[in-house]
Structures are given as structure tokens and as C-alpha cells.
């Protein structure tokens, strides 16, 4: 294109080079520890029921009152959201690199913080745990707008959408992570203390310390991979097009160009003035023009997260809710402490194996043929279908003959959601919006999502519960069940696909193309090409 920058163009025709798996393993490990950190809490609830909230002369192991559940597994998300909402619009003022290494240093922190969560009171260790994983999450709601703007802008335009998914997917291992170390963790604690199931003895099968340091292990080890690549977070360079269309300095960006890509890049100061001096290139998030421009294309990236994360959220969190029900984890009183957590964490290091990963990875080497539409839509379509699969003949899978097909269908729902929806959900919105609000934009995208996310982990929480009041969990009301949960979650799925009729196609498109900051052309023009709408 005539008004492209030069050094913007080698980074659209540049080959696959080192410093793009670089920019990946850099930026994934982020997201490693952001899915550790967030989904091992739904390991180690229960072990915090029994050991803060058994009563003496117990019946049953003790469990966290709904307040507190809602809390821990929370509060989190809560941070998460407005760290999204803050670091994004942080991206786009100070740069991306300033803010990334911030994020970082806040996620270690409070990683180990809240492994430490001090008092002896049940209170006093729950308010302490919340406090630091608020600020965990608002550390980890950083990482999301950063990771996928750095990336989308030193990507080439053939190959961006798998390497942006690629950043994405390690979120993948960062739950098979998760699993793997509780399992680790939990054996060497079993190998050295022979405790009895609770039915056997209650008092005994809760009265060992040591089992204190199980959880406060488990949460604590998040901070070891984002540690290890704080190094090579500030060694990278600004991303060339916020050096050249933000901050306007156009011999900066072509000199670090020049570095990252090893060859000779001329400074086009004249282009880079009248690229960003242009009228159409100068409009602000809350103006007419970014509404006409990239209105529709925002709501539509907002809407769908915000159903995906309902779903997937719901799914995740409560994974071993569904499990018990189901029968893959015997009842609270057959075990003991650490063996619940071994078996919670052995069922969802297998899901994680078995559906999860290999999702991510589908979509990474597809998302570059296929498009990003058609894999968002084909991901919520199947999703809608095996939901309902689960949800109208809910009786026939809680039989015990059936059960191995109740967790074959559930972990292809995860596997549509991860070769779907939940990696070009993260993908668009790092693409379609200008350089100067890609950051804000992509950051207003995710917390949407991550208001899902609440919904999902909050509202499930309560309408899961039995419809009988016998057999609710302790402390909570009566809910519309399992299968009644089950089929909402489908109905959002479809409501899903419908939201991405608004989400236009980015695929092979240069970032300035599709934001329009060349020569004026809008986002909206590439939905109708894109989507058939």
C-alpha cells in the first residue's frame, strides 16, 4: 500500500524468524501463569473447607460457606477485570513494554503472597488470601491486552493469527501445569503422612498441620515461570507501531526494527507525520467516529467473550462439582484431605491432557487457513450441540454405565471452546482497532469477558445446587440443578454465535488495513468481506 510505513511492511512480509517464537515464549509464559494462577484455586478449595471450616465432632468434612467460596474463587476475576480495563489503557499511553514488566513484577508478588496468607483464624487466612489474589488478578488482567498487542504488532500478516493463538495456547499448559504440580505436591505429602479417610476416623484424618503447606505450595509455585522471564520482558524492544504511529518517533522504530528483524530500515519521518497528523487517524475511543468505524466490530468482540466466558468459566471452575456428581470422585467422607485434592486434580490434569491442550493447538495451526469467523463459529455451534447433548438426557449420563460418556462429551465441549471461541475471541481484538486504541480496546474486550467469567463462576455456583433441599452443598439455597444449568449454558452458546455475525475477518490483512489508519478505510468494510453479513 502507497501510505504504509516501510519498517511496518517488513514486519507484514517478514519470514518466520527466532525473535518471533521468542515474542511467543516470552509473552506465553505470561499467560502460563495467568491460567496456573487462576484455575489451581478450584484445586485447593476444598482442602481449605476441611481444614478451616470443620466443626469439632464433625459428621461430614467441613466446606467453605458460600460467601467465602464465592470469594476465593472470585475475587481473582475481579481483579483480573480491572486490571484488563486499567493496563490496557495503560498500553496505549506509556507503551507497551513499560507496562509489561509492571504487570509481571505484580503477578510474582502476589503469587507468593498469597501462598503466605497469614493468621491462624479462618478469617483472618481467607481475608488475607482474597486481598492478595484481588491484586493477583488485577496483575494477571494486565497480561492479556499487553501480551496480544505485542505480539499482533511484531507478527508478520501471514502467519499473525497463530501466533497470537500461540501466546494464548499456553494458557493450556498453564492448567495441565496447575494439575501436574498438585499432584505432585499432594503424593509427596501422602507418601509422608499415612492419614485415614475421614469415615474412618474424622479426627485423624484432618489433624495433621503440615497439610496447611499443601495449598500455600500449590498457589505459590505460579510465580516461578512469570520470574524467570521478567529478564527477556525488558530486553524487548517497543513494538514498532506504537514507537512510529503513537509515540511518533519514526527513526526510533526503524533503528529497533532494524535490530529485531537484521536488516537496514530507512527512517521515513515525512510518512509517520502525515500518517498520524491525518485527521481520520486522530479520533479518540468516545467519539462519533471510532462509533461509526469500529462500534459494531467493539460490541461484537465484547458480546462474544462475554457469552464464551459464562460457559467456559462455569465449566472450568466447577469442574470437579460435576465430577462428584457423576461419580469420578467418590463423596467428601471416603476420602481423606489430601486424597480429595489428589483425585480433583488427577480429573482435571486428564481433561486438560485430553481436551484442552489439544483445542488450543488446533486452532493455532488452523486459524491462518481457516479464519478467524469460521473457527469462532463452527466452536460455538458444537459447544450449543454438546451441551444440550448433556443437558436433555442429564439422567441417562449420571448412571454409572454411562459415565465414561458423560466426561468423553464434556471434554469436547472443552475442546470446541479451545479450538473455537476462547483463542479467536482473544485473537481479533488485538488486530481490527487502531494502534493508538488497540491496547484500550483489546484490555475493554477482555474484561467484558471476564464479567462473563464472574457470572459464570458466581451464578453457576448457586444454580447448580439440587432442586432438592436435601441435597444441597451446606449454606447454600436451592438451585435449578445441574441439567437445568447445563441447557442455559447452551442457550448462551447459540446466543454466541449469533454475536459473531459482528466480528469481522482479519485474516491475512496488514494491522493498518484493518484499522484503517492508511488510508482512511474502516473495519466495517472488512466485516461484510469477511463474514457474508
Known sequence: ???????????????????HFTTIVIAGMGFFTDAYDLFCISLVTKLLGRIYYTEPNPTRPGTLP?????????????????????????????????????????????SVASGLSFGSSPKSVMATLCFFRFWLGFGIGGDYPLSATIMSEYANKKTRGAFIAAVFAMQGFGILGGGIVALIVVSIFDHKYKVPTFEENPAASLLVPQFDYV??????????????????????????????????????????MSKVLQVELEVEEEKVQKMTSDKRNSY?????????????????TCSTWFLLDIAFYSQNLFQKDIFSAIGWIPPAKEMNAIHEVYKIARAQTLIALCSTVPGYWFTVAFIDHMGRFAIQMMGFF????????????????????????????YSLTFFFANFGPNATTFVVPAEIFPA???????????????AGAIVGAF?????????????TDKG??????????LIMLGVINFVGMLCTLLVPESKGKSLEELSGENEGESVEDTRQEGSGV
Request: aromatic share 12%; glycine share 10%.
Open 476 to 485: 447454600y439455597p436451592t438451585g435449578i440443578g445441574i441439567k437445568n444449568s
Open 459 to 471: 451464578g453457576f455456583l448457586y444454580a447448580a445446587q439440587s432442586k432438592d433441599p436435601t441435597k
Open 436 to 450: 493508538r486504541l488497540r491496547s484500550t480496546c483489546h484490555g475493554i474486550s477482555a474484561a467484558a469477558g471476564k
Open 382 to 409: 458444537f459447544m450449543t450441540v454438546f451441551m444440550f447433548a448433556l443437558a436433555i438426557p442429564y439422567d441417562h449420563w449420571s448412571k454409572e454405565e454411562n459415565r465414561i460418556g458423560f466426561v468423553v462429551m
Open 284 to 300: 479518540g475511543l468516545f467519539s462519533k467516529q471510532f462509533a461509526k468505524r469500529h462500534g459494531w466490530a467493539l460490541f461484537g
Open 66 to 110: 458460600p460467601s467465602v467460596q464465592s470469594a476465593v474463587t472470585g475475587v481473582a476475576l475481579v481483579g483480573t477485570l480491572a486490571g484488563q480495563l486499567f493496563f490496557g489503557w495503560l498500553g496505549d499511553k506509556m507503551g507497551r513494554k513499560k507496562v509489561y514488566g509492571l504487570t509481571l513484577i505484580l503477578m510474582v508478588v502476589c
Open 215 to 256: 495449598w500455600r505450595l500449590i498457589l505459590m509455585f505460579g510465580a516461578l515461570p512469570a520470574a524467570l522471564t521478567y529478564y527477556w520482558r525488558m530486553k524487548m524492544p517497543e513494538t514498532a507501531r506504537y514507537t512510529a504511529l503513537v509515540a511518533k518517533n519514526a527513526k526510533q522504530a526503524a533503528a529497533d
Open 1 to 19: 500500500m502507497s501510505g504504509e510505513l516501510g519498517v511496518l511492511n517488513a514486519l507484514d512480509v517478514a519470514k518466520t524468524q527466532l525473535y
